[in-house]
């Protein structure tokens, strides 16, 4: 074998490698829905990196028992957020999550993950399980990383989001 030859087979190799790699990492890309079956997360690649955002809420609106949060029957919002400027944004469409470095082997790490519930956000990390059916999301502490939580997710199927309990960004509204 030649000289060419060999940096032929050498590129194409590392060609399907990079190529077999990028599939892997992108294994996560798709919608999501959390234990609680409140919501439905899309997790996307936002530049090199992967991000997320809420595409659908169930029952987006304050109940009558939370009036010192929201007006009753409006959709919820930010509420929880230390930035008084985005206290009104609406949850629905909210990226929240930001930042996640692909590291090989279904992990990805070096993320933040805001919480609207509590407006904190958290340093995070998450695998994928079982061929991408399920994320492993955990939220921690920056400062204390070994203090956090983690909940799996399970790919979106079998959700009837025409139910009109489902809000979504790509809803049209009746």
């Excluded at 060999?6 to 234990?35: F, H, M, N, R, W």
């Excluded at 079982?130 to 079998?158: P, V």
């Amino acid at each position: 074998m030649n000289y060419r030859h060999a940096l032929c087979i050498g590129l194409v190799s590392i060609g399907i490698t990079a190529s077999i790699s990028a599939q892997e990492a992108d294994a996560a890309l798709g919608k999501y829905i959390p234990p609680e079956k409140d919501a439905v997360i899309e997790i996307f690649k936002c530049g090199d990196k992967y991000c997320g955002k809420t595409i659908c809420i169930k029952d987006n609106a304050y109940p009558e028992k939370d009036k010192d949060k929201g007006v009753p029957g409006t959709p919820y919002l930010d509420h929880n957020n230390e930035d008084p400027k985005l206290r009104t944004r609406p949850n629905l469409g909210m990226q929240f999550i930001s930042g996640f470095n692909y590291e090989g082997e279904g992990l990805y790490k070096n993320g933040k993950i805001y919480n609207p519930r509590d407006g904190k956000t958290y340093c995070g990390k998450f695998t994928v399980l079982e061929g991408g059916q399920k994320l492993d999301l955990k939220g921690t502490l920056c400062s204390l990383t070994f203090i956090g939580k983690t909940n799996t997710w399970t790919r979106l199927s079998g959700v009837n989001l025409d139910d009109p309990r489902w809000d979504c960004v790509d809803k049209k509204k009746k």
